[in-house]
């Protein structure tokens, strides 16, 4: 079957750093998204990975082990407005998103 | 440029009621989407649309149809509305089919089903 697996809550003080992590098994793979979900709003785009390695974006960057089957997401100088759920989702064979639960981000003072 | 956008945002039915959800988007997106989000569960994907005039179903179609008259409208059609289905909807639209297209969502419908 098709699973997409991250924790469910996380919680990191501003100003530091914090790793979610993703693991998937899909039928095919044609790469892995990130997205964040602020409390009663829609998600949006963060980052997309196909090939092994980093791709940093300003204070994000995610990672991805195609042969693990692993992603994580890296989250730098963490301000009170990065709290929000982040969600995983693996596009597989058909091009379809299979999406993670996500990972509820709180963020201390 | 509105991006996507959905109505209703909220609505409460009783059960074996029929709504439609309207989702429209004005980026000429040829690739839309209708999912459901549950808590503790991934949005999960209910129909989808390559294009205006076709649809097909995704991981949870039943009690749902679709309509894709026109390339920005994608409608969601509960004929019959169960406990069930009490959920938070999210349209989404792709410029096209490739992978690494991002989808963008519309701001969800909040329906509750008594």
């Known amino acids: 079957g098709q699973n997409i697996d991250q924790p469910t809550e996380m919680t990191a003080t501003e100003g530091a750093i914090v790793q979610i992590n993703c693991t998937y098994q899909?039928?095919?793979?044609?790469?892995l998204f990130w997205y964040q979900q602020h409390a009663g709003e829609a998600p949006t785009f963060l980052s997309y990975n196909v090939l092994d390695g980093l791709e940093e974006k300003g204070r994000f960057s995610s990672f991805l082990s195609r042969s693990k089957g692993y992603s994580y997401l890296l989250l730098k100088e963490l301000q009170m407005k990065d709290s929000a759920s982040y969600l995983c989702a693996a596009s597989d064979s058909n091009y379809q998103l299979i999406w993670g639960a996500g990972t509820k981000l709180i963020i201390k003072p | 440029n509105a991006g996507v956008t959905q109505t209703p945002k909220f609505r409460v039915l009783k059960t074996g009621q029929s709504m439609t959800l309207l989702c429209a988007q004005d980026?000429?997106?040829?690739?839309m989407y209708w999912y459901r989000q549950d808590p503790g569960m991934g949005l999960r994907l209910i129909h989808y649309s390559v294009g205006e005039g076709t649809t097909a179903k995704g991981e949870v179609p039943d009690g749902y149809n679709v309509s894709r008259l026109k390339k920005q409208n994608f409608l969601l059609g509960l004929e019959s509305a169960a406990p069930s289905q009490t959920s938070v909807y999210f349209c989404a639209s792709q410029i096209a089919g490739e992978a690494y297209n991002e989808q963008f969502f519309g701001p969800g419908t909040r329906l509750t089903v008594l």
């Open positions: 899909t039928s095919g793979f044609n790469g």
């Open positions: 980026m000429n997106h040829e690739y």
